[in-house]
């Protein structure tokens, strides 16, 4: 009978360190490092760290490299809140993070007993252990309170060569794809009786034929000219301008292009500080702006109705005001509304005081008829909403345009984080994004994920290109949601069945100690 290898299991305090230098590794795989090839590194150093572990100890080694990626990766929220949100969102991240790792170590201690074949160790193992890391993000991304849709591995794939594949698979697929790589090249190095040279050869030819998936083709409906303002207004929480200087700012950005023939003209989230549809003096800057461009303006403003607040994106069109708009449908939780205050202030009263109104979600359209053209539309956090873009597309958008206030935190990573996610949705959808914030990082990105334009952070200015206007359907559309309930339904029946292994074992090892 041929003996499989078993990698050494580490000392739990070894097992810990590895962990906490795996979270670090696989956060330099995001933006603003952006050295992709990282991703498929860090998640095996994680996954090496469980072997031989059981699910307590899986449950401690999963938090430590939970806990060191989302401490590291989401560090741009202490820029202007301190660290008790940092610590709270890192800290919940984590648990859930420690929870999926407490099972992968049951899989990879079990799935080879419940699967003894070399086929079924290599078959099923990775893809139950990935199948379960797909499953985590993705409740972790819709709960509680909407979910944190950020730091998925897919994301960290934006710009390598497996970023074609979202088009098939989508975000979680793409996550999918990444994970399982990683746990097979470990369970490759478990497996004794194949030659070196066989292992090294099974893990080559998975790479390549992930590369070798063609990329879809991606049909032009249409073209379209658009200008993109960046007006490098210090719109964050802690900001201290004069009423309208946000609005004034991007006005004079979007003034030196009047003569410049365009369709439309978009503004980012929060570009009009003031509501042009309550205030007489903005909306004769706004309606100014559309006349002199002779185009619609779509800008971002908050506005109030019977009392309650919303993020809002307005489509304004010059001698008829507002004629859509689109209420942000994924406010983010402790930041544009403080959900259970009475509960969570009494652990933070001065935080929690911060934010004084809560913006309410939205139920609106997010697709905007402008003069024909079916543009979607997200207003920051919505792009990282699988949900939202697929609406968008189910609604007949030829474009998506993804507006943003970044000004919060500064020159940190956040900003090309978003940015990340936007290239993904440009390829996953097939539609041109046109990712317009603020301060930036803004850019134009084509169907296939290159750049076409951009501008730098921090400065105003703008984008005036003409993009192609698509209405194709990609398969990760078409699927929809689908590949995510089937690649987390695999993970965790796969994760139950080792979990059965295991108590049927101890069953049988207790009744032969009595015996």
Same mark, same amino acid.
């Given at each position: 009978?041929?003996?499989?290898?078993?990698?050494?299991?580490?000392?739990?305090?070894?097992?810990?360190?590895?962990?906490?230098?795996?979270?670090?590794?696989?956060?330099?795989?995001?933006?603003?490092?952006?050295? !992709?090839?990282?991703?498929?590194?860090?998640?095996?150093?994680?996954?090496?760290?469980?072997?031989?572990?059981?699910?307590?100890?899986?449950?401690?080694?999963? *938090?430590?490299?939970?806990?060191?990626?989302?401490?590291?990766?989401?560090?741009?929220?202490?820029? #202007? *809140?301190?660290?008790?949100?940092?610590?709270?969102?890192?800290?919940?991240?984590?648990?859930?993070?420690?929870?999926?790792?407490?099972?992968?170590?049951?899989? *990879?201690?079990?799935?080879?007993?419940?699967?003894?074949?070399?086929?079924?160790?290599?078959?099923?193992?990775?893809?139950?252990?990935?199948?379960?890391?797909?499953?985590?993000?993705?409740?972790?991304?819709? !709960?509680?309170?909407?979910?944190?849709?950020?730091?998925?591995?897919?994301?960290?794939?934006?710009?390598?060569?497996?970023?074609? *594949?979202?088009?098939?698979?989508?975000?979680?697929?793409?996550?999918?794809?990444?994970?399982?790589?990683?746990?097979?090249?470990?369970?490759?190095?478990?497996?004794?009786?194949?030659?070196?040279?066989?292992?090294?050869?099974?893990?080559?030819?998975?790479?390549?034929?992930?590369?070798?998936?063609?990329?879809?083709?991606?049909?032009?409906?249409?073209?379209?000219?658009?200008?993109?303002?960046?007006?490098?207004?210090?719109?964050?929480?802690?900001?201290?301008?004069?009423?309208?200087?946000?609005?004034?700012?991007?006005?004079?950005?979007?003034?030196?292009?009047?003569?410049?023939?365009?369709?439309?003209?978009? !503004?980012?989230?929060?570009?009009?500080?003031?509501?042009?549809?309550?205030?007489?003096?903005?909306?004769?800057?706004?309606?100014?702006?559309?006349?002199?461009?002779?185009?619609?303006?779509?800008?971002?403003?908050?506005?109030?109705?019977?009392?309650?607040? #919303?993020?809002?994106?307005?489509?304004?069109?010059?001698?008829?005001?507002?004629?859509?708009? #689109?209420?942000?449908?994924?406010?983010?939780?402790?930041?544009?509304?403080?959900?259970?205050?009475?509960? !969570?202030?009494?652990?933070?009263?001065?935080?929690?005081?911060?934010?004084?109104?809560?913006?309410?979600?939205?139920?609106?359209?997010?697709?905007?008829?402008?003069?024909?053209?079916?543009?979607?539309?997200?207003?920051?956090?919505?792009?990282?909403?699988?949900?939202?873009?697929?609406?968008?597309?189910?609604?007949?958008?030829?474009?998506?345009?993804?507006?943003?206030?970044?000004?919060?935190?500064?020159?940190?990573?956040?900003?090309?984080?978003?940015?990340?996610?936007?290239?993904?949705?440009?390829?996953?959808?097939?539609?041109?994004?046109?990712?317009?914030?603020?301060?930036?990082?803004?850019?134009?990105?084509?169907?296939?994920?290159?750049?076409?334009?951009?501008?730098?952070?921090?400065?105003?200015?703008?984008?005036?290109?003409?993009?192609?206007?698509?209405?194709?359907?990609?398969?990760?559309?078409?699927?929809?949601?689908?590949?995510?309930?089937?690649?987390?339904?695999?993970?965790?029946?796969?994760?139950?069945?080792?979990?059965?292994?295991?108590?049927?074992?101890?069953?049988?090892?207790?009744?032969?100690?009595?015996?």
């Amino acid at each position: 009978m041929t003996r499989r290898r078993e990698l050494v299991r580490l000392p739990l305090w070894a097992a810990v360190l590895l962990a906490a230098g795996a979270g670090v590794v696989l956060d330099a795989a995001f933006p603003d490092r952006n050295w !992709w090839m990282l991703a498929p590194v860090g998640v095996a150093l994680m996954l090496i760290a469980l072997l031989g572990r059981g699910p307590w100890t899986g449950l401690v080694v999963g *938090l430590v490299a939970g806990l060191s990626f989302w401490a590291v990766h989401i560090s741009w929220l202490t820029l #202007y *809140l301190g660290p008790v949100p940092w610590l709270a969102l890192a800290g919940l991240e984590a648990i859930f993070f420690g929870v999926g790792m407490a099972l992968i170590a049951v899989v *990879l201690q079990w799935g080879p007993r419940v699967w003894p074949s070399a086929l079924g160790r290599l078959g099923m193992v990775p893809v139950v252990v990935a199948g379960l890391w797909t499953a985590r993000e993705a409740w972790s991304a819709v !709960w509680p309170y909407g979910g944190f849709a950020w730091g998925r591995v897919a994301i960290s794939q934006s710009e390598s060569p497996f970023n074609s *594949l979202v088009v098939w698979v989508g975000m979680s697929g793409l996550t999918f794809v990444v994970v399982w790589l990683s746990a097979l090249v470990v369970q490759l190095l478990r497996e004794e009786h194949l030659a070196a040279l066989t292992r090294a050869g099974v893990a080559i030819g998975a790479v390549a034929l992930l590369l070798v998936l063609p990329a879809w083709p991606t049909i032009q409906s249409g073209t379209t000219r658009l200008a993109a303002v960046q007006g490098a207004s210090d719109a964050g929480l802690f900001a201290h301008n004069a009423p309208g200087q946000i609005l004034n700012d991007h006005a004079s950005a979007t003034l030196p292009l009047v003569g410049d023939k365009v369709d439309f003209v978009v !503004w980012p989230e929060n570009a009009s500080d003031i509501d042009p549809t309550r205030s007489a003096e903005a909306a004769k800057i706004v309606n100014y702006i559309s006349t002199a461009m002779d185009a619609p303006l779509i800008t971002g403003t908050i506005t109030e109705r019977d009392g309650l607040f #919303y993020n809002t994106s307005l489509l304004w069109k010059a001698g008829q005001g507002a004629v859509q708009w #689109y209420d942000k449908v994924h406010p983010v939780p402790f930041a544009e509304y403080m959900p259970d205050r009475a509960f !969570w202030r009494p652990f933070a009263p001065q935080l929690i005081d911060l934010i004084s109104r809560d913006y309410q979600i939205g139920t609106r359209s997010n697709v905007f008829d402008i003069n024909g053209i079916r543009a979607g539309i997200a207003i920051c956090f919505d792009i990282a909403d699988d949900q939202l873009v697929h609406e968008m597309v189910e609604r007949k958008a030829e474009i998506i345009l993804a507006q943003t206030n970044n000004a919060d935190f500064g020159h940190t990573d956040e900003s090309v984080q978003q940015l990340a996610i936007a290239r993904l949705r440009a390829i996953e959808a097939g539609r041109t994004v046109v990712n317009i914030s603020t301060v930036g990082s803004s850019a134009i990105i084509a169907p296939d994920g290159s750049t076409i334009a951009s501008l730098p952070t921090w400065v105003p200015g703008s984008m005036v290109e003409t993009v192609p206007l698509s209405t194709t359907v990609t398969p990760a559309m078409a699927a929809g949601r689908g590949i995510e309930w089937l690649l987390s339904g695999l993970g965790l029946a796969g994760a139950a069945l080792c979990v059965w292994g295991a108590v049927a074992a101890g069953a049988v090892k207790r009744k032969a100690s009595r015996g």
